[in-house]
């Protein structure tokens, strides 16, 4: 699939993670509409993702498989241990290390996002799925299971990185997939600005704003 190909209007446009760049990209595009469950994680793992997908959420930052890694600016890192999934942004630094206070709130606002990520899957007829970072097998895995959640019309772009300061579309063959290679900054969590505009462009939804949606960490 080309990225010409991709550059239509969705009925919703939905991240799946990767880091933080997707949904802040889409954001920048007007693209985002509601606050998803794997809006703000760092999460390399493609086949872990599709462990999450396959099991509806099911065990996705339970307490019992979290590990406190370490401070990183205003929060600590907390790690699940099954999907290998970060959080940077949930537990504060004044927690001194014990998120038990925290964690209730941050649960269940988790699975409020999953429950409505795949009330979208069901509703929308056209969708488009952002994702960073992904091998062949993974993605070809990944979009076996996505076709098992939902009978709409999915088209999922893959986001890998690059240190050629280009873009270049990969013949991956793969029904229904664009997979794309940008450069990135490696000094820029929000990607480069100049090869989203390329990659978003012509993207629209005509998804409504959701009243669950929150612009920065929400």
């Known amino acids: 699939m080309n990225l010409s190909d991709i550059q239509r209007k969705y009925d919703t446009v ?14 920048r595009h007007n693209l985002r509409t509601f606050s998803g469950p794997l809006d703000w994680f760092v999460f390399y793992s493609a086949s872990c993702l599709s462990k999450v997908l396959n099991s509806g959420f099911q065990g996705f930052m339970d307490y019992q498989n979290l590990e406190v890694i370490g401070p990183c600016e205003a929060n600590y890192i907390i790690k699940d241990s099954v999907f290998d999934c970060y959080s ?15 964690y209730p709130e941050f649960k269940e606002k988790i699975d409020r996002r999953a429950q409505r990520f795949q009330q979208k899957l069901q509703v929308k007829k056209s969708i488009l799925l952002i994702r960073l970072h992904g091998r062949f097998d993974d993605i070809r895995d990944l979009k076996t299971i996505i076709g ?29 997939v664009c997979s794309v290679e940008i450069y990135n900054s490696p000094n820029s969590w929000s990607g480069c600005d100049q090869f989203w505009d390329v990659l978003l462009n012509g993207v629209k939804t005509v998804d409504n704003l959701d009243s669950d949606y929150n612009v920065f960490y929400g």
């Open 148 to 176: 098992g959640l939902t009978k709409s019309d999915v088209t999922l772009l893959l986001v890998n990185h690059s240190t050629v300061p280009t873009i270049t579309e990969m013949d991956w063959n793969l029904p229904n």
């Open 14 to 27: 939905i991240s799946l993670g990767g880091s933080c760049q997707v949904t802040y990209q889409m954001a």
């Open 88 to 102: 940077y942004h949930d537990f504060p630094l004044c927690c001194n290390g014990d998120i038990s206070s925290y």
